[in-house]
């Protein structure tokens, strides 16, 4: 469907079932005749496989609700298939949020979405909706970074002051800690993120990915008994994650049908060795800012494994290792909604024609105006 029909149609729909006004404001306009205060944002997430939708009062989640695409065990998700899933869902999410945080239209201050990182045809349709919504509620728009929207929530959750942050998901692995009003980038990887290993291995032994295929590697990981020595990858506070994932998609199946190991003993190897090295460069990142707190965000960040080896770290460093749990951690709206709080508080606000999508959206190319 072409974006101006699209628009079109949403804007039917959405007016229909809430007997809003259809007409078009120009943001511009709106928002320098408006004082720029806010209490209530409502954010939208759909980078990747989830669509949330969540609603944020002055730093409480008021609402949260989301929808996971998920396909048959082998296949990971392909972009144009996930955003007519999201398109499929996205008014249904919206719905649900309003009425669960009892929130009406005209209670909103800003409507939040993603920008970006993530898949350019899920982003799209996402952005589409949030754009037409803003208009149709006569409400300022931000775009948020996703990155951010991690970082964000999480230091909301869990009191984080100043932490050195592992942000960990399907896309990304990144150690970052905040400087000059940037979230700066210390460490990274060089190839493929964490999670695409795990995701990616999963589907060479065909595990389920309902609910997700790094949660199901986690539970298999429990049964290991044999430690099987895998490639490890590391130089300064950078990883690569291609090896050890070329290694083991080629070696799997002659381990397993030698009986030399079982499934189970390779997902146990594979996590040790890809969370010794997520640990090795956050430590290295730590001593480098003399941080104390580390914070781990993103979809990875929920597994009780990986928060462990961290703990133990920080334990022998006398410091404090914070996390959050899986409504906060995987992908959701809520995120988006309390980075665009912090944003929108700040007077930051992205004019319509502005209101693009970027595949490609480094977290250190954000200005962190919000924070001292």
């Given at each position: 469907?072409?974006?101006?029909?699209?628009?079109?149609?949403?804007?039917?729909?959405?007016?229909?079932?809430?007997?809003?006004?259809?007409?078009?404001?120009?943001?511009?306009?709106?928002?320098t005749s408006r004082d720029i205060t806010m209490t209530i944002v409502v954010g939208f997430e759909g980078s990747a496989n989830k669509i949330g939708v969540g609603i944020i009062q002055d730093g409480k989640v008021l609402?949260?609700?989301?929808?996971?695409?998920?396909?048959?065990?082998?296949?990971?998700?392909?972009?144009?298939?996930?955003?007519?899933?999201?398109?499929?869902?996205?008014?249904?999410?919206?719905?649900?949020?309003?009425?669960?945080?009892?929130?009406?239209?005209?209670?909103?201050?800003?409507?939040?979405?993603?920008?970006?990182?993530?898949?350019?045809?899920?982003?799209?349709?996402?952005?589409?909706?949030?754009?037409?919504?803003?208009?149709?509620?006569?409400?300022?728009?931000?775009?948020?970074?996703h990155c951010i929207g991690h970082i964000e929530m999480g230091r909301l959750i869990t009191g984080a002051e100043n932490p050195t942050v592992l942000y960990v998901s399907g896309g990304n692995t990144q150690v970052i800690?905040?400087?000059?009003?940037?979230?700066?980038?210390?460490?990274?990887?060089?190839?493929?993120?964490?999670?695409?290993?795990?995701?990616?291995?999963?589907?060479?032994?065909?595990?389920?990915?309902?609910?997700?295929?790094?949660?199901?590697?986690?539970?298999?990981?429990?049964?290991?008994?044999?430690?099987?020595?895998?490639?490890?990858?590391?130089?300064?506070?950078?990883?690569?994650?291609?090896?050890?994932?070329?290694?083991?998609?080629?070696?799997?199946?002659?381990?397993?049908?030698?009986?030399?190991?079982?499934?189970?003993?390779?997902?146990?190897?594979?996590?040790?060795?890809?969370?010794?090295?997520?640990?090795?460069?956050?430590?290295?990142?730590?001593?480098?800012?003399?941080?104390?707190?580390?914070?781990?965000?993103?979809?990875?960040?929920?597994?009780?494994?990986?928060?462990?080896?961290?703990?133990?770290?920080?334990?022998?460093?006398?410091?404090?290792?914070?996390?959050?749990?899986?409504?906060?951690?995987?992908?959701?709206?809520?995120?988006?909604?309390?980075?665009?709080?912090?944003?929108?508080?700040?007077?930051?606000?992205?004019?319509?024609?502005?209101?693009?999508?970027?595949?490609?959206?480094?977290?250190?190319?954000?200005?962190?105006?919000?924070?001292?």
């Amino acid at each position: 469907m072409a974006a101006r029909s699209y628009v079109s149609a949403v804007t039917r729909h959405v007016a229909d079932r809430q007997g809003w006004s259809v007409s078009v404001l120009d943001l511009h306009k709106l928002l320098t005749s408006r004082d720029i205060t806010m209490t209530i944002v409502v954010g939208f997430e759909g980078s990747a496989n989830k669509i949330g939708v969540g609603i944020i009062q002055d730093g409480k989640v008021l609402s949260n609700p989301r929808r996971t695409y998920i396909t048959p065990p082998g296949q990971g998700f392909m972009p144009s298939d996930t955003a007519r899933h999201h398109r499929s869902c996205i008014l249904d999410v919206l719905q649900e949020a309003l009425e669960e945080s009892n929130i009406k239209p005209e209670d909103v201050d800003c409507v939040a979405y993603t920008k970006g990182p993530g898949m350019g045809a899920p982003l799209l349709s996402v952005a589409i909706v949030a754009r037409t919504v803003a208009q149709l509620w006569k409400k300022p728009l931000l775009g948020v970074n996703h990155c951010i929207g991690h970082i964000e929530m999480g230091r909301l959750i869990t009191g984080a002051e100043n932490p050195t942050v592992l942000y960990v998901s399907g896309g990304n692995t990144q150690v970052i800690a905040y400087s000059e009003r940037c979230y700066r980038i210390f460490g990274e990887t060089i190839d493929i993120a964490v999670g695409n290993c795990l995701d990616r291995f999963a589907r060479v032994l065909k595990i389920s990915n309902d609910p997700s295929p790094g949660y199901n590697i986690e539970q298999m990981a429990k049964k290991g008994k044999k430690f099987v020595e895998l490639p490890y990858t590391v130089k300064g506070m950078d990883v690569s994650f291609s090896g050890i994932l070329s290694y083991i998609e080629d070696m799997s199946h002659k381990m397993l049908s030698s009986g030399e190991c079982t499934p189970e003993d390779l997902c146990f190897s594979l996590q040790e060795t890809l969370f010794s090295m997520l640990v090795e460069i956050t430590e290295r990142a730590m001593a480098h800012c003399g941080s104390q707190e580390v914070l781990i965000v993103g979809g990875v960040g929920c597994n009780v494994r990986l928060q462990e080896m961290m703990g133990v770290m920080c334990e022998e460093r006398g410091a404090k290792i914070f996390a959050t749990d899986e409504r906060f951690c995987i992908d959701n709206g809520a995120m988006i909604a309390q980075a665009g709080w912090e944003m929108f508080r700040a007077g930051q606000v992205t004019n319509l024609q502005d209101s693009w999508i970027t595949q490609r959206y480094r977290t250190d190319e954000v200005e962190v105006t919000w924070r001292d």
